[in-house]
C-alpha cells in the first residue's frame, strides 16, 4: 500500500510524547519524496494515455494516485510543523543556548530556522519595556519575593552575580539567590526550588 | 501549574479534520471495509489477493479512510463504503444498552473520531450512528470526569485502558486540573520547577548508556 513510510513518519513523532524531539528522519524523508515522485510518474503516464486515446477508464487510478500524492504531502508537511513545534518550545524550555545532544537530533535547516527565532524572539524582548527591553521568558509563574533559596542538585562552576559576588554551584550546596537570576537553571534541572 | 510551551496542533472536531494534527492523521489511517464500483486499471498489486492486473469492479477490499474519502463521490459510483462492525446495528444496541461495560480502545482506539467520519459517506444509517455516538460519549462522561478529577496519586492505568484517544485527552486534562488544585492547596503552586521536557531528556540519556 501506498504511504505507509509516511505513516511511519508520523507515527515516530506520536510516539515520543510530551513534546521530545526524536532524530531527524532523513532517510524516511527522502524515501516518501521519491514514492511521490514514483506516482507523479505513472500518472504523467496514465494522464497522457487517457488524453490521447480517450481512455477515461483510466481516471479512477489517476485519481487513486492523485490522493495518495496528497496524503504524503499532507504527512510531511504535517512531520515538518510539528518538529519545528517542538523546537520552538526548546528554546523556552533551555533557552537561547541548547545542549549538544538535543541539537545533534536536528537538521541543518532546523538548526537554521532555531537560530532565526532566537534572533526575532531576541528582538522583540528589546523593543519591551524601555531601553533596558523585558525577558518575556522569566517569570512564567508569578513571583512572590525577589530572593528565593536554591538547593544545587549538580556541580555547575560559577555564577556571578549582578553585584559582582561570584558564587560556587556545588552538588547540595543551598544558597539565597537572586529569582530572575536562578529560574532557567531551575528549569535545566540544575537548581532546586527549596521551599520551607 | 505544570506549563508546557508544547502544544501539538489539536485534532478536528466533529466531522472536520485538522490538516496537521498528528491525531487526525492517525484516525484517518484506520481501514475500512469497501467494495469497488469501478476497475482500477494497473493497480492490481494494491489487493493481495489476486494475481490480476486491475482491481475488477466488484472488490472487496480494506482502504484506509483518507483514500476512501478522497476517491468516494456522491454522483458518481466509484466505490461504496461498508459500516465497521462496531459502528453497525448489532453493536449500537450493546452501545445504548450500557455504554459504560464497553472496551472503546479495543473498538478504536478511535471510535468517536472514526465514527464522525463515517458521516461522510452518505449512508442511510446515517442518523442513528450519530445518536448512538453521542448517546454513548453522554453515557460515559460522567463516570470519566468523576474518576479523572478523584483519583489522586493513584495509579490510572487501569482507569485509562477501555477509553477511547478522545476520553484519554479529556481524562488527562481532568488530571492535570486535579493535581495542579492539590498543589496549590498545599502551597507548592509557585515552587519553580524543572520542566518535564529536561527531565524526559535526562532519563533518555540513561537508557542511551545502557542500552
Keep these: 500500500m501506498f504511504c505507509e513510510k509516511a505513516m511511519e513518519l508520523i507515527r515516530e513523532l506520536q510516539r515520543s510524547s510530551e513534546g521530545q524531539l526524536p532524530a531527524f528522519n532523513e532517510d524516511g524523508l527522502r524515501q516518501v519524496l521519491q514514492e511521490m515522485e514514483a506516482l507523479y510518474e505513472q500518472n504523467q503516464t496514465d494522464v497522457n494515455e487517457a488524453k490521447a486515446d480517450g481512455r477515461a ?14 496524503r504524503n504531502q499532507r504527512c510531511l508537511t504535517a512531520y515538518l510543523y510539528d518538529r519545528l513545534l517542538r523546537i520552538r518550545a526548546l528554546r523556552w524550555e533551555y533557552g537561547s543556548v541548547l545542549p549538544a545532544n538535543v541539537r ?6 532546523e538548526v537554521q ?7 526575532s524572539l531576541a528582538s522583540f524582548m528589546r523593543s519591551l519595556g ?4 523585558l525577558d518575556i521568558t522569566q517569570d512564567m509563574k508569578p513571583p512572590k519575593s525577589l530572593y528565593i533559596q536554591v538547593r544545587c542538585l549538580k556541580d555547575h562552576g560559577e555564577l556571578e552575580i549582578d553585584d559582582g559576588t561570584v558564587i560556587l554551584l556545588k552538588k547540595n550546596s543551598q544558597h539565597f539567590l537572586p529569582r530572575w537570576k536562578c529560574e532557567q537553571l531551575i528549569r535545566q534541572g540544575v537548581l532546586e526550588h527549596v521551599m520551607s | 501549574m505544570d506549563t508546557q510551551s508544547y502544544l501539538p496542533v489539536q485534532p478536528g472536531v466533529g466531522m472536520e479534520e485538522n490538516f496537521l494534527s498528528l491525531d487526525d492523521i492517525l484516525l484517518s489511517h484506520e481501514r475500512l471495509p469497501i467494495r469497488t464500483e469501478c476497475s482500477f486499471p494497473r493497480l492490481g498489486f494494491l489487493d493481495k489477493s489476486s494475481d490480476s492486473q486491475d482491481i475488477p469492479e466488484g472488490t472487496k477490499m480494506e482502504l484506509p479512510l483518507w483514500l476512501s474519502k ?14 465497521p462492525k462496531v459502528y453497525r446495528e448489532g453493536w449500537r444496541t450493546v452501545f445504548n444498552a450500557d455504554p459504560n461495560v464497553v472496551d472503546l ?4 482506539p478511535y471510535y468517536y473520531g472514526l465514527g464522525s467520519q463515517m458521516l461522510h459517506f452518505d449512508s442511510p444509517e446515517n442518523p442513528e450512528i450519530a445518536q448512538t ?15 479523572s478529577q478523584n483519583a489522586y496519586n493513584e495509579d490510572t492505568s487501569a482507569l485509562v485502558e477501555r477509553l477511547d484517544c478522545l476520553e484519554k485527552a479529556l481524562f488527562s486534562s481532568g488530571q492535570s486540573g486535579l493535581n495542579s488544585f492539590q498543589s496549590w492547596e498545599k502551597g507548592r503552586a509557585s515552587q519553580l520547577t524543572a520542566s518535564s521536557l529536561v527531565l524526559n531528556y535526562r532519563k533518555r540519556k540513561i537508557n542511551d548508556i545502557q542500552p
Aim: aromatic share 10%; charged share 30%.
Design chain 2, 70 to 83: 478522497g476517491l468516494y463521490e456522491k454522483k458518481r459510483r466509484v466505490l461504496s463504503v461498508e459500516l
Design chain 1, 104 to 109: 545533534f537530533h536536528m537538521c541543518a535547516e
Design chain 2, 133 to 147: 455516538l453521542l448517546q454513548t460519549f453522554m453515557g460515559r462522561f460522567r463516570r470519566n470526569m468523576d474518576s
Design chain 1, 113 to 119: 530556522w532555531f537560530s532565526h527565532y532566537k534572533k
Design chain 2, 105 to 108: 480502545h479495543k473498538m478504536g
Design chain 1, 57 to 70: 477508464d483510466l481516471i479512477p487510478s489517476i485519481k487513486l494516485r492523485h490522493c495518495c500524492l496528497l
Design chain 1, 130 to 133: 524601555g531601553a533596558e527591553g
